[in-house]
T-cell receptor
């Protein structure tokens, strides 16, 4: 069964600190892995999309890594800001079109001043 | 670009009533997706269209749910009759065919409450 597991479920950090969110998947076939940020009351927004051949990808203070051998990904947030408070969702896709997506349950991050 | 537009943003209705959710995708996008999000089940794909044609509706929970896309700029998701367990946030997303993975752009969602 295709699954995407994220940890931790929730996380509280102080502003300015770094954090790393984890994603493990058992999806096959694998095409790409996506990280989304979802603010409360809003739709998810794409942070990164990584294909099989990409090990790391950055988007500002967000850096995602992918180890396709161990089927693990991480999202590292550097110098956190209050606006980083959101849910972060890991999604694995079996194709480019994105209609074969398996969603993780998300990590809820709270950044405190 | 205004992004994906959904209406209404909030809907409260009584059990048994018909509910229609609306979506305007980003101009030029040829894929449209309807998702449902609940605390218990997270995000679930309900149905998706390619060039206005429904391709896969296997995620639609039951016959009470139907979706249409009469043209490239408009889609509806209808629930008839609605039930309390349909309460959720419904998202519409669109994407465009290109090289590599197609990035999906989500709308703000419609929060549906069925009492």
């Amino acid at each position: 069964k295709n699954q995407v597991e994220q940890s931790p479920q929730s996380l509280i950090i102080l502003e300015g600190k770094n954090c790393t969110l984890q994603c493990n998947y058992t999806v096959s076939p694998f095409s790409n892995l996506r990280w989304y940020k979802q603010d409360t009351g809003r739709g998810p927004v794409s942070l990164t999309i990584m294909t099989f051949s990409e090990n790391t990808k950055s988007n500002g203070r967000y850096t995602a890594t992918l180890d396709a051998d161990t089927k693990q990904s991480s999202l590292h947030i550097t110098a956190s800001q209050l606006s980083d408070s959101a849910s972060y969702i890991c999604v694995v896709s079996a194709n480019n079109a994105g209609n074969m997506l398996t969603f993780g349950g998300g990590t809820r991050l709270m950044v405190k001043p | 670009d205004a992004g994906v537009i959904q209406s209404p943003r909030h809907e409260v209705t009584e059990m048994g009533q018909e509910v229609t959710l609306r979506c305007k995708p980003i101009s030029g996008h040829d894929y449209l997706f309807w998702y449902r999000q609940t605390m218990m089940r997270g995000l679930e794909l309900l149905i998706y269209f390619n060039n206005n044609v429904p391709i896969d509706d296997s995620g639609m929970p039951e016959d009470r749910f139907s979706a249409k896309m009469p043209n490239a700029s408009f889609s509806t998701l209808k629930i008839q009759p609605s039930e309390p367990r349909d309460s959720a946030v419904y998202f519409c997303a669109s994407s465009a065919t290109g090289t590599g993975p197609y990035e999906q752009y989500f709308g703000p969602g419609t929060r549906l409450t069925v009492t």
